[in-house]
């Protein structure tokens, strides 16, 4: 059935995820404007307030639906491949929403679907009910979504850090050891602690030996209108709005930035 086949909603995210690539090889960015346009389209009309999306596997004009109880929704195998189209989105446009997107993604319908050891994906996540497993395939002891579901882990680590000449950039928050080449190839390293977004404040250390001159891009989340950005313990002066904050100076080892972002609780 032709008109299926254009509401199937993961066949058709990787098409434009291929889409993308193509026009990177080629050079056509109507391609690209072709993907943005059907992603935000995506964005106003499916996505759910946990970053989920489809019924059935099928479009079914989810954001106005999400009260509303329907089956087999939020298939794993669409959350995964929604958020690589949003990973290769962010990475040829480098707009943030789509760092917003991805990350909504990952730490609700996504997390949500995965069981708390990471032994297994939901194959369907509703929001409300039962999230349920699904059907083996090919006489194998597993499914789709059981294959697919770690590649969600791939498209936030991807592009959780990333560098080009002497601007490195940092998209997503979560504890842990990082580094990206600058400028001549040195290297920057990083140290991060955090709970978010269970908690508000990010502790991001600079852990080079060498001293280095360049930019640092810090990704501030849609929802935080109000963020504080402290360096080595002194707050910057000025608002800082959503989006990219950038800081560009000689970092020396050991220098510390500390964001506390603003999370209201919202109707």
Same mark, same amino acid.
């Given at each position: ?10 066949? +058709? ?10 026009? @990177? ?9 072709? /993907? ?8 106003? !009309? @499916? ?9 059935? @596997? ?69 929001? +409300?009910?039962?999230?349920?497993? !699904? ?38 928050? +979560? ?7 600058? !400028?001549?190839?040195?290297? /920057? ?79």
């Amino acid at each position: 059935d032709p008109d299926r086949q254009l509401l199937k909603a993961y066949e +058709m995210m990787s098409c434009y995820q291929g889409l993308v690539d193509y026009a @990177e090889s080629t050079g056509k960015r109507e391609f690209i404007d072709a /993907a943005v346009q059907t992603a935000e389209k995506i964005v106003e !009309g @499916e996505i759910n307030l946990a970053g989920g999306a489809a019924a059935g @596997e099928l479009w079914f004009h989810g954001a106005d639906q999400q009260y509303r109880h329907r089956s087999w929704q939020q298939e794993t195998c669409v959350l995964t491949t929604w958020m690589r189209l949003c990973e290769k989105l962010l990475s040829v446009t480098d707009n943030p929403k789509w760092a917003d997107q991805l990350e909504r993604t990952f730490y609700n319908a996504y997390l949500g679907a995965m069981r708390p050891n990471g032994s297994k994906f939901a194959s369907y996540s509703p929001l +409300m009910g039962d999230r349920s497993s !699904g059907h083996h395939h090919c006489r194998m002891h597993t499914d789709c979504c059981n294959s697919n579901g770690p590649r969600g882990y791939l498209a936030i680590l991807e592009s959780f850090l990333s560098a080009k000449d002497d601007v490195v950039t940092l998209n997503f928050y +979560m504890s842990g050891n990082a580094k990206a080449s600058v !400028g001549d190839g040195a290297v /920057a390293k990083f140290q991060l602690y955090t709970l978010y977004p269970k908690s508000d404040t990010v502790e991001l250390w600079y852990r080079s030996h060498e001293q280095r001159t360049f930019s640092l891009r810090l990704r501030i989340p849609s929802f935080s209108e109000n963020t504080v950005v402290k360096v080595n313990g002194v707050p910057l002066d000025g608002a800082v709005k959503c989006g990219y904050f950038t800081l560009r100076r000689e970092w020396h080892e050991a220098d510390k930035i500390e964001l506390t972002f603003c999370m209201p609780v919202k109707m």
